[in-house]
């Protein structure tokens, strides 16, 4: 299954009545994003500032990003999901002009999910936005 597109996450979000059926959606999608062989979770690919281990590898194909990711967590692994729909298969310059603040407040995000959560979702996006502004 390919992910959903950063618009139809939150539309499909805003169809759930309560958090408890949003956070399973955001476990659901996380399931289909594919994760890193063991040989690949490697200290350098580790995204710094994450509560919970979170691994972090890209490529350019063709002027866009590739990113592979993983993490120890599964509700995490669901939040990379999030990312990976606004920022997987983007040019540096869509990664470094969407608006990743308006999308997360949109999804009503950053309220529902504890603060070390939420740094490290900051910490993956600062870290995905660092490769963009060195590529651009």
């Not at 969407?98 to 950053?110: P, S, V």
């Amino acid at each position: 299954m390919q992910l959903p597109t950063s618009e139809e996450i939150i539309d499909d979000l805003a169809f759930f009545d309560d958090w408890e059926q949003r956070y399973q959606y955001i476990i659901d999608l996380g399931k289909h994003v594919p994760g890193l062989p063991e040989d690949a979770r490697t200290p350098d690919k580790l995204v710094k500032g994450c509560q919970s281990s979170v691994w972090l590898q890209a490529q350019q194909i063709e002027g866009k990003f590739q990113f592979e990711v993983d993490s120890d967590a599964v509700i995490v692994q669901g939040l990379l999901a999030l990312v990976l729909a606004a920022y997987n298969n983007q040019s540096p310059q869509d990664i470094l002009q969407f608006d990743i603040d308006g999308y997360f407040a949109e999804l009503d995000l950053e309220r529902h999910i504890t603060p070390t959560r939420g740094n490290g979702l900051r910490a993956i996006v600062g870290k995905i936005r660092e490769m963009a502004q060195k590529a651009a």
